[in-house]
């Protein structure tokens, strides 16, 4: 809806904000894990324009934005390892069997032992995990491009 008449001057606008990956800088959690700084540029620019077609009667405006993004993230992931899906029921490894397979581009960033666990208290269990190794590796953080 427009409240106001238009002008019998042409106006118009010209804009872009500019977001480059370049001049930024690396995220806390990709420098502790000695991640590569990951690429996001994003580029938004539009105009707008107004005037008269005809003088003092009929007017025009015109107005369009666009966006365009650019990326490329490394994503995080928490997965149980072989050594400790070997010592879950047979259901839960046959379903990891099924739906578990890993990207061939995971990279291993780290892995979780049970002792490293109970002593951030992040396990969650505590006379039920005594017979499993506490060496044993429990997680693996993932790193996939």
Known sequence: MVTKAGTNEIHGTAYEFTRVSTISSNSYFY????????????????????????????????????????????????????????LTAANTQAFFNQYGKLKSNAAVLQNYRLNQ????GQTGCSTSCAAINPNLPLLSELGIR
């Open 31 to 86: 420098n502790a894990n000695t991640l590569p700084k990951s690429v996001f540029d994003r580029n938004q620019f539009g105009y707008s324009l107004g005037g008269p077609v005809k003088k003092n009667k009929l007017f025009f405006f015109s107005s369009t934005e666009w966006i365009r993004i650019r990326s490329a993230a490394e994503e995080i992931a928490y997965v149980p390892t072989s050594q400790f899906l070997a």
């Open 117 to 120: 666990l109970a002593a951030t």
